[in-house]
């Protein structure tokens, strides 16, 4: 039996592109004057003390730290601080209506029907915390934050380290074989299935390849059951 589901985000609830050609431009191009306008409200603080702890630079300014976070998007890292950060500026974001976090059609009723069922529903992203209650409550299906039990982002582990998906079933207390991870990536779907989970990749934009791990085009194909025998 399937007790709890951990969804990923990008390429599984919602579109690569909303994150790579919204989300990603958005935090860029407003970083600079974010950091300069807010560097000493206590999450913005807090934020760069983590990145100066990242970078072992504890003597790093703001021109330093920028320059440092440009980096880090350039390569796509998955730094906490610069998800904190990212985070934060999205906030502005989706208060100000500039975008709506986007969901596939099919996720919202998918999951609501798995809540109903009494099975736990769980998101885990390299982006922050925040910026996935962000999404999920200001999405293009409405305010789906109830329908969520939890969510973990990179301070649990990084996603493709299988201790990650060790320390979640922990926090969890849930036998591995009851979790099913949700993932458009091998890698990640590979580091659960070493901890122990029951996987199932989303293949949003199908490409003919020899399946790895059970797979969905849709949440609405995702059989629960049959994932879990
Ligand atoms: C919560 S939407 C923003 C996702 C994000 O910032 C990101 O880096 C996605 O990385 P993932 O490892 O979850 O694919
Ligand atoms: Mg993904």
């Known amino acids: 039996m399937i007790k709890a589901v951990v969804t990923d985000i990008e390429?599984?609830?919602?579109?690569?592109?909303?994150?790579?050609?919204?989300?990603?431009?958005?935090?860029?191009?407003?970083?600079?004057?974010?950091?300069r306008r807010r560097e000493h409200e206590p999450e913005v603080a807090a934020a760069l003390s983590e990145l100066r702890h990242e970078i072992a630079r504890p003597g790093a300014t703001v021109a330093d730290m920028i320059a440092e976070l440009f980096s880090f998007m350039d390569e796509d890292r998955?730094?906490?601080?610069?998800?904190?950060?990212?985070g934060m500026?999205?906030?502005?974001?989706?208060?100000?209506?500039d975008f709506q976090g986007h969901l596939y059609p099919d996720v919202a009723p998918r999951l609501a029907e798995w809540r109903q069922?009494?099975?736990s529903l769980y998101a885990?992203?390299?982006?922050s915390?925040?910026?996935?209650?962000?999404?999920?409550?200001?999405?293009?299906?409405?305010?789906l934050r109830p329908l969520f039990n939890g969510y973990f982002d990179t301070r649990i582990g990084a996603k493709r380290q299988a201790a990650s998906y060790r320390?979640?079933?922990a926090r969890l207390q849930c036998p591995p074989k009851e979790i099913l991870f949700l993932s458009d990536i091998i890698q990640e779907l590979d580091a659960a299935r070493e901890a122990g989970w029951r996987t199932c990749?989303?293949?949003r934009d199908p490409v003919k390849c020899p399946p790895l791990h059970p797979q969905a085009t849709h949440f609405n194909q995702i059989d629960l059951q049959e994932l879990a025998s």
């Open 11 to 35: 390429g599984t609830t919602s579109d690569i592109r909303f994150v790579h050609q919204v989300l990603f431009p958005y935090a860029r191009e407003r970083l600079s004057e974010f950091l």
């Open 78 to 86: 998955k730094s906490t601080a610069l998800k904190m950060i990212q």
């Open 89 to 97: 500026i999205w906030r502005e974001g989706y208060l100000k209506g």
């Open 117 to 119: 069922q009494g099975i």
């Open 124 to 127: 885990y992203s390299s982006g």
């Open 129 to 143: 915390v925040e910026a996935q209650q962000l999404l999920f409550g200001y999405s293009e299906s409405g305010d």
């Open 167 to 169: 320390n979640i079933a």
């Open 201 to 203: 990749q989303l293949i």
